[in-house]
């Protein structure tokens, strides 16, 4: 049995302690409606706040706190899971709560990187455990016994020796007064009764029925709907307005401009805005608002190259150049060819690659791009904000709450006690609510109205005001000696603005003579991470081009990708390859199991890929039929190792869900500019993945192992891009080099 150090001290219980007392009629106000949907519990006496996490009422309703946001990769379930395990508690007798933003407590509360369930695994069930721990020490001295003879199970607590039991309600006031223990016993992996179970998602009923959840389902008294009107193109500013149409059409009661960010503001990672300098129009209702947003006569002008500071995650400060200029699609495309075509930054070098090549009996080289993506989460930016002299009370969708809390403290001037971010459900994200620069807005509009408000931003706001996934571009190059062994492989890849190399994974490793390079153009159209960031990319055009090496090599394409990693594994090249060769292979050897890969189907057209990134390991095939002259995904198998799986529901979900956001933004999505203006504006020229689209079916398969659980909310999206482009070419014989695949005339070619 696991035993671990506690990291709470008596400190952190003394203040959960002075909050539960404040806010015990809070808590019956929503026990009352809770009780009636809990196996006919009654409305508790008293609830005792056991320790951040954990809440338990006299009647044995236990409230576990949800520490990070929910966006839908459904931790608010999966993650009370952790805590209900270790406390050996009914999970029909739990209820989840949202957690406030209290870093102190709960460490990281952000959603982003595919971490939250890794980087909590082991604290969420030490707080179950240390609760447990306590209520055991109640009973015991209750009951006079040793505590090493009272047991739990569901919520209860035994003594077989005198027969005494009692639910934790009966021992939660005493418990809560209990010595936090310096360490505690965690459950084996073997004696799980939760995690591993599938567990329906907490807010299910609540979501399907319209309950309000979501941000821009809140409201209060008094409240006025704010919207921006932004610059018609990346490079330009504002030069003047008149707003007396607008102040006069009826409900709008304010037109005024703002600066996000004052210019002596050092602005952190998730800071990023692409118009700090913007045009306010507030009003009482949102039709009303926005009708008086075109009502508004601007004049822009074009502004010159400029340099931003801002801090790193690493707190260091960094400046980038901003340079004038309205951007082009095609000016995009032509800048990344030329970039491309020439030797780039080395970033890694083994062997001798150019003697490979030198010598190579066959040279397979290709091109790959990809567009400018918006995230187009279904619930557009908003926040809502009352900042008053000693408070500003924030409620609404964000991604990280405690950085952008220390955001708006300095912003607005006040302290971070000050500042008060209560988190609601998130329509989507994709790392688009990574950047609260709309909360800061929200929150310098209220400050100067001093009134509550709230910002709303519209479909048109966020397509064109974006923070979008970068443009990329990446030429591969493959020797293969007589025998058709890959003797040398090279990646050279940039985009605008980052590069999306990531040196260290498959098949550096796998190859004696490899050489990976990067570049880089400086952009002012704005951008940030979106799902699975740079792996959104990489991993398409890198399964896409093994592929095509493989057919080359006149071999199978997933034995040749396991014949590469089983070199990786028994013989490595080089000492910082950041992946597991066996679990690679693993998810590969399961999916061409599972899909019968290697038995034709009559009319089926079958592609493979398999990536790592976020720490978990994905692999597919896709099945494609051709309907006429279209293509058709009739099926998506995706194998999965991600360690172990907490709520096998939730973790098919996730799966299922970024399969098909992969395949989609791969087949027919792109943000393309002209002059510095995006082209499409809304969901009639951007398009998303349709019903028509998704595939007939998605069958998912876990490796089942007892490995500390990794990633699964972004993992399941890069591969599947990879393998679509090699069943596309199976069943039309073409190969798929520029995204979107379904219109690669679109963006830039």
Request: proline share 6%; with cysteine.
């Amino acid at each position: 049995m696991p035993i671990i150090k506690t990291h709470y001290n008596r400190r952190s219980f003394l203040k959960v302690s002075a909050a539960a007392g404040a806010g015990l009629m809070l808590q019956f106000s929503w026990f009352s409606p809770l009780a009636k949907t809990l196996a006919g519990k009654e409305v508790p006496d008293e609830i005792f706040d056991i320790n951040g996490y954990i809440r338990i009422a006299t009647n044995g309703i236990v409230t576990i706190f949800s520490p990070n946001p929910e966006i839908g990769q459904n931790v608010k379930t999966s993650m009370p899971m952790l805590v209900a395990e270790e406390l050996d508690t009914d999970w029909k007798s739990v209820t989840v709560e949202q957690a406030p933003l209290d870093t102190s407590l709960y460490t990281r509360q952000i959603a982003g990187g595919s971490r939250s369930i890794n980087q909590s695994w082991e604290s969420l069930r030490m707080a179950g455990a240390t609760a447990r721990h306590m209520l055991r020490e109640a009973a015991a001295k209750a009951w006079s016994v040793p505590a090493s003879e009272i047991t739990t199970e569901k919520g209860e607590l035994h003594h077989k020796k005198s027969g005494r039991k009692a639910n934790y309600g009966k021992m939660a006031s005493a418990a809560s007064k209990m010595k936090v223990p310096e360490e505690v016993n965690l459950k084996e992996v073997k004696d799980f009764t939760i995690i591993r179970t599938p567990r329906k998602n907490v807010d299910g009923k609540e979501i399907v029925t319209g309950k309000p959840l979501f941000g821009l389902d809140y409201k209060q008294p008094g409240m006025m709907i704010a919207m921006i009107v932004h610059p018609p193109a990346f490079g330009m500013t504002l030069k003047s307005m008149d707003k007396q149409k607008a102040l006069a059409m009826p409900g709008i009661t304010d037109v005024f401009t703002i600066n996000t960010y004052e210019d002596s503001y050092s602005q952190g990672p998730f800071d990023i805005t692409a118009f700090p300098e913007l045009i306010v129009v507030v009003g009482e209702t949102t039709w009303q608002v926005m009708k008086a947003k075109k009502a508004i006569e601007a004049t822009w002008e074009e502004f010159d190259t400029y340099t931003r500071t801002y801090k790193t995650f690493r707190g260091e400060n960094e400046t980038t150049t901003v340079p004038a200029g309205l951007e082009d699609s095609q000016d995009h495309f032509t800048q990344m060819m030329e970039k491309g075509a020439v030797s780039a930054k080395e970033v890694r070098k083994d062997g001798n690659p150019e003697q490979a090549f030198e010598t190579a009996a066959k040279v397979v080289e290709r091109t790959f791009t990809a567009p400018f993506l918006a995230h187009n989460t279904m619930e557009p930016m908003n926040f809502f904000a009352n900042v008053t002299a000693g408070k500003v009370e924030l409620v609404g969708p964000i991604q990280t709450p405690e950085f952008m809390e220390k955001t708006v403290a300095e912003r607005l001037g006040m302290t971070l006690e000050q500042v008060d971010i209560q988190m609601t459900r998130m329509g989507g994200g994709f790392g688009r609510r990574l950047y609260g620069h709309f909360l800061v807005e929200a929150a310098v509009i209220s400050q100067k109205l001093g009134k509550p408000v709230k910002l709303v931003y519209t479909r048109e706001d966020d397509m064109t005001f974006g923070t979008y996934r970068p443009a990329y571009h990446a030429y591969y190059r493959a020797a293969l000696d007589e025998n058709n062994n890959l003797i040398g492989f090279h990646v050279r890849t940039g985009g605008i603005p980052e590069s999306p190399l990531f040196a260290n994974r498959f098949p550096a490793g796998s190859v004696d003579n490899y050489l990976a390079e990067e570049w880089q153009i400086s952009s002012n159209i704005t951008t940030g991470a979106f799902r699975a960031p740079r792996s959104n990319f990489m991993a398409g055009v890198e399964q896409a081009f093994l592929d095509e090496v493989a057919e080359a090599a006149g071999k199978d394409p997933i034995a040749f990708r396991l014949e590469l990693l089983e070199r990786a594994q028994n013989n490595p090249v080089g000492k910082n390859n950041d992946y597991d060769a066996e679990r690679y292979a693993g998810v590969l050897k399961l999916v061409r199991d599972k899909a019968a890969w290697g038995q034709p189907k009559p009319d089926v057209h079958r592609g493979a890929a398999a990536y790592f990134c976020h720490m978990s390991y994905v692999a597919n095939v896709v099945d494609v039929k051709m309907e006429g002259d279209k293509p058709v995904v009739d099926k998506v198998y995706c194998a999965v190792d991600c360690g172990i799986v907490v709520n096998p529901l939730a973790a098919t979900n996730l799966v299922e869900g970024g399969t098909v956001d992969g395949m989609g933004h791969a087949m027919f999505s792109a943000l393309t500019l002209k002059n510095g203006r995006p082209e499409q504006k809304n969901f009639n020229t951007y398009q998303l993945i349709r019903n028509i689209d998704a595939p007939n079916e998605i069958e998912v398969h876990f490796v089942e192992n007892d490995i500390h659980p990794t990633g699964l909310g972004e993992p399941p999206f890069p591969p599947v891009v990879g393998a679509i482009a090699n069943a596309l070419y199976k069943a039309t014989g073409k190969r798929y080099y520029n995204q979107p695949y379904m219109n690669e005339a679109l963006p830039v070619s």
